[in-house]
Each structure stands twice: as structure tokens, then as C-alpha cells.
């Protein structure tokens, strides 16, 4: 087994969700077994500070539209909305 550094882990973490991969199947890619990635994950997840929280979201654009998807939401919007009523919006939602 390749022994990898927190800072690996969190970033094999992060990478896996913005994959939309399952866990397994993210994991089959670079031959890491899905238990232990789980189970490091969720040690990590643990360990983090509680006092920021972010929320992990996919963008995804075309000539038409972009779309955001983050857990159960999902905001689609025409291409040609400005990107400051959108930073508003977010500011809002927080």
C-alpha cells in the first residue's frame, strides 16, 4: 500500500468530489482501496475545524446555460447572467 501524507489525503478528498465519481469508482482509477478511503476520509472530515464550513459545488457551463449543483441544490442559470449578481446571491445565501 503507498503510503500517503494528510495533505495527500485531503487532496485526493477534494478531487473525489469534484469527480462525481462514486467512491468506488474513484478509487479504482489509481488502485486505492474505497474501505480505507472512506474510513480516511472520514478521519479527516472529523478533524477538521468546525468553525468554517464550505460547501462543495459543480459548475457546469455551456453555450446556453450554467448550472451549479451542490448536495440536493441545484441553480440553473442563462450564460448571459453577470457574475456579480451571482457573487450577490451567494453572499446572501450565507
Not at 43 to 55: G, N, Y
Not at 74 to 88: E, K, T, V
Request: hydrophobic share 45%; glycine share 4%; net charge positive.
Amino acid at each position: 500500500m503507498k503510503r500517503r501524507t494528510k495533505a495527500q489525503w485531503q487532496a485526493l478528498i477534494e478531487e473525489h468530489a469534484q469527480s462525481g465519481l462514486t467512491a468506488v469508482e474513484f478509487c479504482r482509477q489509481p488502485g486505492i482501496n474505497d474501505k480505507y478511503f472512506s474510513l480516511r476520509k472520514q478521519s479527516l472530515l472529523k478533524a477538521e475545524p468546525k468553525s468554517e464550513s464550505f460547501a462543495v459545488a459543480r459548475i457546469t457551463v455551456s453555450a446556453n446555460s450554467i448550472e451549479v449543483k451542490t448536495g440536493h441544490a441545484r441553480i440553473s442559470l442563462p450564460a448571459s447572467q453577470q457574475a456579480a449578481w451571482l457573487a450577490d446571491f451567494v453572499k446572501a445565501l450565507a
